[in-house]
């Protein structure tokens, strides 16, 4: 059974940073790419960055290229969303979530099949 515990979410300002964390249980974390999501209140759940299971490959949604960015540490079963220039409209929910398929990175949820709990970041004006 995988488990996935966001942490780092929170309140800041416009223009401000957080670093989100994602860290895993079991033993095969290192075998799969992983992906962020988000979801505003009345929104759907959404693609924000999505990184191969050795680091090597990423991929960003086009809202928040230059300002996202995700990293994994394989041996801490972690990964990690580094958030700078926060906008208003980067307010969500943020998920993490263990890609289930093996060919290249996806940005579609119905790929995703472990999720977690999800943790609240809110950007003031």
């Known amino acids: 059974q995988v488990q996935l515990v966001e942490s780092g979410g929170g309140l800041v300002q416009a223009g401000g940073s957080l670093r989100l964390s994602c860290a895993a249980s079991g033993r095969t974390f290192g075998n799969y790419d992983m992906g962020w999501f988000r979801q505003a209140p009345g929104k759907e759940r959404e693609f924000v960055a999505a990184?191969?299971?050795?680091?090597?490959?990423?991929d960003y949604a086009d809202s928040v290229k230059g300002r996202f960015t995700i990293s994994r540490d394989n041996a801490k079963k972690t990964v990690y969303l580094q958030m700078n220039s926060l906008k208003p409209e980067d307010t969500a929910v943020y998920y993490c979530a263990r890609e289930s398929g093996i060919y290249g990175l996806a940005s579609d949820v119905r790929d995703y099949d472990y999720w977690g709990q999800g943790t609240q970041v809110t950007v003031s004006s």
């Open positions: 990184i191969s299971w050795n680091g090597g490959n990423t």
